[in-house]
Every structure is written in structure tokens, then in C-alpha cells.
């Protein structure tokens, strides 16, 4: 196996994961991917390996709920730092919390009800690499489990950088920022310039829906839905303050389900989340 870009384990060995999916967009991200979660997975006490799961707020998130959890993560620091995530769950606990590659994951075949697969393909940037942590997947799901895939689109840093430009940066004005928006835009590698403000999070590979469902049906999966996890809600100003507010953050999650699964305008939402079935 080929290791991960060493730009990418720094950075989550440095703690970026921490509270991500507690402000601006991560609050929409997670709101929205419970939701989908809950429309599928089957009840308690199921077994749900989460692998790529960072720090676990999702797994602490299912492990309330009666699930029996495995948290797997290459990252040292994440694992590490999912134990901190206890205090907001009194009396729950993981059935385990462990370092591993998404492609070599230490659990016998179809030992896991659902999967959860929410990060560990867009830092495998060689499609073979990919194509082993799906198929792993698809060797530790029981029959007819569900796989839940997240993925960043090709448009993801583009709209990202159109939305804050001449407030927050001019990167728009870099030629060697929008040479590397040109080559995501071309064929969804993510290569971050060494001259450029732009901070980026390391060499990754971003999908579009189609080629993500290709590669899931390549590891053997079938019957994938694709999903716009955070639509456009995530251009609305001040999310955080908005999220206080439960109409408002009503009014925000309404425009992501109305925009859900609808292919001509999926590459809005910067993150997508496919399910698919062994």
C-alpha cells in the first residue's frame, strides 16, 4: 500500500479535526449526514465500523444511541483525541478505538453492519489505492449492509474561493491558485501550490458523483444514492450565529433536502455522501 500524503497526517496529527463539524459548514455537514444516517442504518444494537471517522463524533453521536461502534483512524492524534469527545456522552462508550488504514482494517469478514467510509477516499489520491479501501469495505460488510461514502467535489475550492472573494482573500487572483482549481476541475486531483496564500489540506482526490458511484460499483457495491450533503446552504452569511436560531437553522436545512439528490446541481454542495449496498 502506498502511504498518505505526509502533508495531510500532519495536519490531523495538529488537530485540525477538532470541532470541524461544530461550526459554519461542519454544523450543516453533520446535521444533514445524522438525518441520512438515520433513514437507513439499521436499529441498535447493530455493529457500525466507522473507519476514517477522525475523532469520532460520529461515533459517539451512534454509540448514544445503543449502537455497538468501532472507531478506526490513521491519524495517532485523532484517535487520541476521541476520548476527550466522552464528556458529551456520559455512560457511553466505543466498542473500540484504534489506529488503522482504511485499507487494512483488523476485523473478520462480514463482521459490521454499516460502514461508514466519511473521509479516508479523498486523501487516497491513486484510484487502485481507492479501489482497496472499498473493497475492504466491501469484505467486512455482512450481505445487504450499507456503506456510507463521503467525498469533496471538484468544485468544492473553487466555489469555496468565489464565495469569500475580495472579504477574506483575493486568491482568485493567483495564477498558481487557479492553475490548481484548473487541474481539480480537469480530473479531480488536488495538488496545493507551493506559492500561493492558499492553505489547503493537503494532496487529496475530489469525486464527482459519477465517478465516485463508478469506483463503489468497481469494489463490487450496488443501488447508490447520492446525496448533496450541505447544497447551498453553506453560502447563507453567519452560519453560526443562524444556527442558534431554530427556524433558522430549519430554513437552512429545508433548502439542502429540497436540493438533495437532484444531478443537475449536486456539485454545489462541497461535500457528497453516496449509500450503497452489498
Not at 495531510?8 to 453533520?30: K, Q
Not at 481539480?184 to 487529496?204: A, F
Not at 442558534?244 to 430549519?250: A, F, G, L, Y
Request: with cysteine; charged share 25%; aromatic share 8%.
Amino acid at each position: 500500500m502506498k502511504t498518505i500524503d505526509k502533508n495531510v497526517l500532519a495536519g490531523y496529527n495538529a488537530g485540525i479535526e477538532r470541532d470541524r463539524l461544530r461550526t459554519d459548514l461542519g454544523l450543516i455537514e453533520f446535521e444533514r449526514t445524522k438525518e441520512l444516517l438515520m433513514e437507513t442504518l439499521p436499529k441498535p444494537p447493530s455493529v457500525i465500523y466507522d473507519i476514517g471517522g477522525g475523532y469520532g463524533e460520529y461515533s459517539w453521536w451512534l454509540a448514544s444511541l445503543g449502537y455497538e461502534v468501532h472507531l478506526f483512524d490513521i491519524s495517532e492524534t485523532n484517535i487520541a483525541m476521541s476520548e476527550e469527545l466522552s464528556s458529551c456522552y456520559p455512560e457511553v462508550k466505543l466498542a473500540a478505538r484504534e489506529v488503522a488504514d482504511a485499507r487494512d482494517i483488523p476485523r473478520s469478514d462480514s463482521s459490521a453492519d454499516a460502514i461508514l467510509l466519511m473521509g479516508p477516499l479523498y486523501h487516497i489520491v491513486e484510484k487502485s489505492e481507492r479501489l482497496l479501501a472499498i473493497k475492504e469495505c466491501f469484505r467486512l460488510l455482512k450481505k445487504n449492509g450499507h456503506l456510507f461514502t463521503a467525498a469533496i467535489t471538484p468544485y468544492a475550492t473553487l466555489l469555496w474561493a468565489t464565495s469569500v472573494f475580495g472579504t477574506r482573500n483575493r486568491l482568485l487572483e493567483e495564477d498558481s491558485f487557479m492553475n490548481m482549481v484548473a487541474r481539480e476541475l480537469l480530473d479531480g486531483e488536488h495538488i496545493k501550490p507551493t506559492n500561493s496564500n492558499y492553505r489547503g489540506i493537503g494532496r487529496s482526490h475530489f469525486h464527482s458523483a459519477d465517478e465516485l458511484k463508478a469506483e463503489l460499483s468497481e469494489g463490487g457495491f450496488h443501488s447508490h444514492v447520492v446525496h448533496g450533503v450541505v447544497g447551498g446552504a453553506w453560502l447563507a452569511p453567519n452560519i453560526d450565529e443562524l444556527w442558534k436560531n431554530t427556524d433558522s437553522r430549519e430554513a437552512l436545512m429545508k433548502t439542502v433536502r429540497m436540493l438533495d439528490i437532484r444531478d443537475d446541481i449536486m456539485g454545489l454542495s462541497t461535500h457528497i455522501l453516496a449509500i450503497s449496498q452489498k
